[in-house]
């Protein structure tokens, strides 16, 4: 694929990841029972789905951003397989997020850029580095999911099943990256990326 075919089809990302409901290609792990959850954990737990949402719009842009520049092409081949992952969850978060009665982020569109801004950066520093920041990247949002797991309402077992799913899959992301020669980063770089992380997921939880 060529560069203009490659921009051609991210933006066709960009606008089907912010503005489409996408569809997952695997079974919805919130099957179960809905819960009888009060307002106030309806609400906690829409607002912790709206920033896993967020979490996968921006995992979107990355992964977009980092193919983009990757230079090895079976690294492009297992980002894009990720992206692929990420988007059943973006489609399990929407769904789940409808169910409770939430919202999604108004700054998607502002996340989705931001991302794939991160994603270009890193794929321009050469497919070792680009790798060990995706394990970063994922072994930051498998301790995010984990806290999520802790947060949602114990009740609430639909929430719990599709953040549980996406903590595997993320760790499985990971390994995979390391697998493939990603080296680890320097602790300032994860330092930047985890503060980073901590204003999306303030800001998303509230806009």
Avoid at 62 to 81: C, K, M, P, S
Avoid at 113 to 119: C, S
Avoid at 133 to 144: C, I, K, N
């Amino acid at each position: 694929m060529n560069r203009l075919d490659q921009f051609i089809t991210t933006f066709d990302l960009g606008l089907r990841t912010v503005f489409a409901s996408l569809h997952a290609s695997r079974p919805y792990p919130g099957s179960g029972p809905e819960a009888n959850l009060s307002d106030a954990e309806r609400a906690c737990a829409a607002a912790l789905m709206r920033v896993n949402h967020v979490g996968e719009v921006c995992a979107q842009a990355l992964y977009a951003g980092q193919a983009f520049t990757a230079r090895n092409d079976a690294v492009r081949v297992e980002l894009e397989q990720a992206a692929r992952e990420e988007t059943d969850h973006l489609a399990w978060c929407e769904q789940r997020i409808n169910e409770l009665g939430g919202r999604k982020s108004l700054l998607n569109p502002l996340w989705f850029g931001g991302a794939f801004g991160i994603g270009v950066v890193a794929g321009l520093a050469g497919d070792r580095w680009n790798l060990g920041f995706l394990a970063e990247t994922e072994r930051q949002v498998e301790t995010h999911l984990d806290g999520h797991l802790q947060q949602l309402p114990e009740a609430d077992a639909r929430s719990r099943a599709v953040v549980g799913q996406m903590k595997l899959d993320e760790a499985r992301h990971a390994q995979t990256a390391v697998n493939l020669g990603g080296v680890p980063l320097p602790p300032p770089m994860k330092w930047a990326m985890h503060l980073a992380a901590d204003v999306m997921r303030q800001t998303a939880s509230r806009i």
